[in-house]
């Protein structure tokens, strides 16, 4: 069976993944978003 020492520093690698995986999905997120206002401004512009 794994020491505590061994089990923390497990907990802290998946943490900190887990923290870089949220950061990296709001970042697609704000892309997404960035792209969908641009299109929408394009259609927009595309009408008038």
Same mark, same amino acid.
């Given at each position: 069976m794994p020491d505590i020492d061994e089990l923390y520093a497990t907990v802290e690698v998946d943490s900190s993944a887990f923290r870089d995986a949220v950061q990296e999905a709001k970042a697609a997120? !704000?892309?997404v978003e960035y792209e969908k !206002?641009?299109?929408i401004h394009r259609a927009e512009v595309n009408d008038e």
């Open positions: 997120l !704000q892309r !206002q641009a299109l």
